[in-house]
């Protein structure tokens, strides 16, 4: 049996610099790329970014809108996880936003993922569930919501959540839940797993709040699938899924220049995020390394 080839899903809302750089530096004969952009962005053509891939396979799943917090952000997801395993079996199937970038080589992360062939690289933050907020009320608004500004919206959202709490509603009962980050890199027989999963993910995540980060964990917490976890503990450490994801300077913080030397000498295998429109250099630079088969530290 050959080499196994990676899959990578992205979820993108702008056809920008670092989104280009992106497909540019997984651009490899090992890889397929699968491709969610947000519907919104009118300017977005397929076939352009389909022609523009030399090595590798790209493929584009239906595009949806996606509002920040709504079911609709697991939706896109499970969207890219049924294109990629109707297309193929993959050792590993690894998400990405549009604003992430490898920062090690593609020879050096094909490598990681061969030694680790049967790992599961997922992320909790503990071992207590403390966001009953998020799963347990109908979020019917998260939709309209998202990162909105307006105060009527909003309120109206807090007074629905506010009127639940009143008349005693606790949805979800009987599941215990787990939280950590969206971003993860899976195998294929948990990959499929998750797609299979996808009536019961409806049921219990629709009008549900930032539940990207909580749906993958509850269902590995509550199968055979932990035993295979690549990080065991329940720690919030990056470690978990090889990405390196500053919050303690943003939300998440965006690369500089500046950081270079934190993310050449970083153990991690992507890095997130980056935006031109702050610093552009960093993004060239890591490309001109790691697109050319350099290894750390050059």
């Not at 599961?120 to 503990?126: A, D, K, S």
Request: hydrophobic share 35%.
């Amino acid at each position: 049996m050959g080499e196994m080839r990676q899959a990578y899903l992205i979820v993108a809302h702008k056809d920008d610099f670092v989104f280009r750089t992106l497909l540019r530096m997984l651009d490899d004969v090992r890889n397929d790329i699968f491709i969610h952009m947000d519907i919104k962005n009118k300017s977005y053509h397929q076939e352009e970014t389909e022609q523009a891939i030399r090595f590798g396979r790209v493929y584009h799943c239906e595009r949806t809108s996606v509002t920040w917090g709504a079911y609709s952000m697991i939706n896109c997801e499970l969207l890219l996880l049924e294109q990629a395993v109707r297309t193929g079996r993959y050792q590993h199937y690894h998400l990405l936003s549009g604003s992430d970038l490898p920062i090690k080589s593609q020879d050096d992360i094909i490598s990681f993922f061969e030694e680790h062939g049967d790992k599961e690289l997922i992320r909790f933050e503990r071992e207590t569930f403390v966001y009953d907020f998020r799963v347990r009320y109908y979020h019917l608004f998260q939709e309209k919501v998202g990162r909105s500004r307006n105060i009527w919206v909003r309120g109206l959202n807090r007074a629905f959540i506010l009127a639940q709490k009143a008349v005693g509603i606790k949805r979800n009962r009987g599941i215990d839940f787990q939280k950590g980050t969206a971003w993860f890199s899976i195998t294929d027989d948990l990959a499929r797993f998750i797609v299979a999963k996808k009536d019961w993910i409806y049921r219990t995540f629709r009008d549900s709040f930032c539940c990207d980060e909580v749906f993958v964990q509850t269902l590995v917490l509550h199968s055979d699938f932990e035993a295979r976890l690549y990080h065991k503990k329940f720690d919030n450490d990056p470690e978990a899924v090889k990405r390196l994801i500053d919050w303690n300077r943003g939300r998440p913080y965006t690369f500089h220049s500046s950081d270079w030397e934190q993310l050449r000498d970083s153990d991690m295998l992507f890095a997130r995020k980056f935006d031109e429109k702050i610093d552009k250099e960093i993004i060239m630079r890591i490309e001109e390394v790691y697109s050319s088969g350099h290894k750390k530290g050059i």
